[in-house]
């Protein structure tokens, strides 16, 4: 079993930055991929962003290409996520998630484990 959890949400206005954190326990970190995903009311959770076990692969979806950016340290076990710029659009309830393979890691299915949100508010 992998342990989630989320911190750093909270309320911004457009413009601002936020950084999340995601602190995991239980197996060994370096095992899997990290990936963030978000809901915003009314909603399907979606894909933000994904890291490799190393933190040498990255990807984005396209929508925070440029602005948000992800990143872990193995020997914190810990991976973030840092939004710039943000938007009201940015609005939701942002998740880690822990997954065992790179390969197809923007799909939801690919991950084992889930945090339990943070949530983000942007205003205009």
């Known amino acids: 079993q992998v342990q989630l959890v989320e911190s750093g949400g909270g309320l911004v206005q457009a413009g601002g930055s936020l950084r999340l954190s995601c602190a995991a326990s239980?197996?060994?970190?370096?095992?899997?991929?990290m990936g963030w995903f978000r809901q915003a009311p009314g909603t399907e959770r979606e894909f933000v962003a994904v890291i490799s076990k190393s933190g040498g692969l990255t990807y984005y979806t396209d929508s925070v290409k440029g602005r948000f950016t992800i990143s872990r340290d193995n020997a914190k076990n810990t991976v973030y996520l840092q939004m710039n710029s943000l938007k009201p659009e940015d609005t939701a309830v942002y998740y880690c998630?822990?997954?065992?393979?790179?390969?197809?890691?923007?799909?939801?299915?690919?991950?084992?484990?889930w945090g339990q949100g943070t949530q983000v508010t942007v205003s205009s």
């Open positions: 998630a822990a997954a065992r393979t790179y390969t197809g890691s923007h799909y939801e299915s690919r991950y084992d484990y």
């Open positions: 239980g197996r060994t970190f370096t095992n899997y991929v």
